[in-house]
């Protein structure tokens, strides 16, 4: 997971993140306590109700209860983690579990520049992945040439 740093403008996405599974109970958890600096403790998550294997409702978690809510309107690359006083809020682009961990990194590292705007689909599309790797070698990175 990689967010923004404190002030940098939106855009489209707060950060990433690249969990390794489908099971959203499962993977929420550890994202949850990674966020909860910045968040406090999550009272609800949104999500896309296609991307996920199907959770229940509610996550027990450290004695509280977050709500897990799907919706067929809201990006299928995104998850929104909301905040206890219901005024914080991260969308994060998610990564899916099977990219490989070279792009993965990528794009983490793009959507959490501080100056990234960039949509999910420039993030994550087919040619978004190729400019995270064509963005990244103009920065310094190099590719191994194929053998």
């Keep these: ?31 949850l306590a990674a966020l909860a600096d910045d968040l406090g403790h999550a009272e ?54 099977e990219t490989d961990p070279w792009t993965a990194e990528r794009v983490l590292r793009a959507a959490s520049a501080a100056g990234d705007v960039e949509s999910p689909e420039a993030l994550l599309g087919a040619d978004g992945l190729a400019s995270a790797r064509q963005r990244w070698e103009s920065e310094g990175g190099r590719l191994r040439a194929p053998r």
């Design 44 to 97: 609800r998550v949104t999500y896309n109700l296609t991307a996920w294997n199907p959770p229940s409702r509610r996550l027990i978690l450290g004695g509280g209860v977050v709500r897990l809510e799907g919706f067929q309107s809201q990006h299928q690359d995104t998850l929104t983690v909301v905040g206890s006083d219901g005024k914080r809020r991260l969308t994060l682009l998610t990564v899916p579990p």
């Design 1 to 31: 997971m990689a967010v923004k740093p404190p002030g940098s403008p939106a855009g489209f996405v707060d950060g990433a993140w690249w969990p390794s599974t489908k099971n959203l109970a499962e993977e929420l958890p550890p994202l």
